[in-house]
Antibody, heavy 121, light 108 residues
Framework: DVQLLESGGGLVQPGGSLRLSCAAS????????MNWVRQAPGKGLEWVSA????????YHAESVKGRFTISRDNSKSTLYLQMSSLSPEDTAVYFC??????????????WGQGTLVTVSS | AIRMTQSPSSFSASTGDRVTLTCRTS??????LAWYQQKPGEAPKLLIY???TLQSGVPSRFSGSGSGTDFTLTISSLQSDDFATYYC??????????FGLGTKVDIK
């Protein structure tokens, strides 16, 4: 079975940094693009970042560009999101998702359970 | 950036109703659109991709249609398990992945 397991969330002060991880199993990791989507408390889904299967193409939402970096280690079947200069507006549950194909030009058919990031002093 | 407009933002319906949700995009995206269902405290679930392709394992009462800028998700006969929030997502233009604000379907 396809499984995605996020980790790395927690409480961080404004201006701080955090790295999220998503361990994948059950599918050939390098054959699929991956993404991060977040959901602030009581709000809708917000797409954050995506990365192609090879890692050669990355995309970030304007709201996080320059502060967040998506990456992947295909040898470890793990997706990452490095977050810096965090603000309270970044408080959300962060989900990692698996795309339907090697590029990000597709929907996402599998998601992790999410990890909560809280930015507060 | 492409803007996504879902309507209505919420509405009430009864079990057995035929339900149609709408998603409109600010630019032509062909059929690069997906629909998701999300229940409180859960991750989203892919229902439809490529505007009209039913994801494996999703009940056939769900269907999607449209292309260009206007899309619909139809639930032919609403079941109790279908009360949830539904999101459309475009993956045509960069940045890919923009979601609509969602439509919440609750019990009348």
């Amino acid at each position: 079975d396809v499984q995605l397991l996020e980790s790395g969330g927690g409480l961080v002060q404004p201006g701080g940094s955090l790295r999220l991880s998503c361990a994948a199993s059950g599918f050939p990791f390098d054959k699929y693009a991956m993404n991060w989507v977040r959901q602030a408390p009581g709000k809708g889904l917000e797409w954050v970042s995506a990365i192609s299967g090879s890692g050669g193409s990355t995309y970030h939402a304007e709201s996080v560009k320059g502060r967040f970096t998506i990456s992947r280690d295909n040898s470890k079947s793990t997706l990452y999101l490095q977050m810096s200069s965090l603000s309270p507006e970044d408080t959300a549950v962060y989900f990692c998702g698996k795309h339907l194909q090697v590029t990000a030009a597709s929907g996402s058919d599998c998601w992790g359970q999410g990890t909560l990031v809280t930015v507060s002093s | 950036a492409i803007r996504m407009t879902q309507s209505p933002s919420s509405f009430s319906a009864s079990t057995g109703d035929r339900v149609t949700l709408t998603c409109r995009t600010s630019h032509d995206i062909g059929t690069y659109l997906a629909w998701y269902q999300q229940k409180p405290g859960e991750a989203p679930k892919l229902l439809i991709y490529a505007a009209s392709t039913l994801q494996s394992g999703v009940p056939s009462r769900f269907s999607g249609s449209g292309s260009g800028t206007d899309f619909t998700l139809t639930i032919s006969s609403l079941q109790s398990d279908d009360f949830a929030t539904y999101y459309c997502q475009q993956y045509y233009s960069h940045p890919p992945g923009t979601f609509g604000l969602g439509t919440k379907v609750d019990i009348k």
